[in-house]
């Protein structure tokens, strides 16, 4: 059963992939009365196949169910490694050999660098991936000051445009490495945590998990990620080509709401 789930949301992507049968699968997926589709993003932080993404993302989805479109068109069976229960953060695996990942930056072997001060990022997620097409959407952003980034739960704060789907999408900074992870939005600059989840996304403020976060899942679950301490700069040509070779669209089947 999980298996035939699997494969009829895998045929769905692929008939609203193919150009030739757009119109037909957004009528499809529309209105399916069987299944409950979820959309979400994530990256790869390893060669290895491995991705994070946000909690929230797969916690609803039949565990059989979850599937990865890369950045090649290739749809992936993905099994889930490990989700926070400190975090909106999670990890998954699909069978996959990458030579492109997200690597966290620090400053050195032992600490992380997380923005401080004001700093422009890049970021390329699934935003409302029905309205576009199954294409991935890159913006820039500016991290702006607010919380201490230093102290639990690790939040940064930032004006970029997002929308559902965008949920687990890379924080990129000038040299194409990895600050954070999308995970929430407010239309206002909210101080109250418990709000984020639930506060949806659009041209407002985001808010991201930084690699304060990022490493300690990561050591809580023995994930093997890359850091890297030797900054420099890159074109934003180079950032946004980068950005989509880790991306990938999440899909999964969720539990029927009653």
Known sequence: ????????????????????AISKGLAEIQNADKLNIAFGTAFFYNSEGEMFTNRHVIESCDPNSVVVKTHDGKLNKAK????????DLAAIKISYKNDAFGAIRTVDEKHVSVPEETED???SGYSSPLERKFEPYTRWGQIQRWLSPNEFPYINRMRMDAYPGASGSAIL???GLVVGILFAGSRE???????????GY??????????NAIVDFSNSNNLRINVWSHWSRKSPIFIAGHALRITGLVVCETAKSE
Not at 1 to 20: E, P, W, Y
Not at 80 to 87: F, G, N, P, R, T
């Open 121 to 123: 990022v890049f970021s």
């Open 189 to 199: 600059p909210v101080v109250d945590l418990s709000q984020l989840h639930r506060a």
């Open 173 to 175: 900074d000038y040299a």
């Open 1 to 20: 059963m999980a298996f035939n789930i699997l494969i009829t949301c895998a045929l769905i992507l692929l008939s609203v992939l193919s150009k030739s």
């Open 80 to 87: 889930i490694l490990a989700k926070s229960h400190e975090y």
């Open 202 to 211: 659009g041209d407002k403020w985001i808010f991201l998990h930084n690699n």
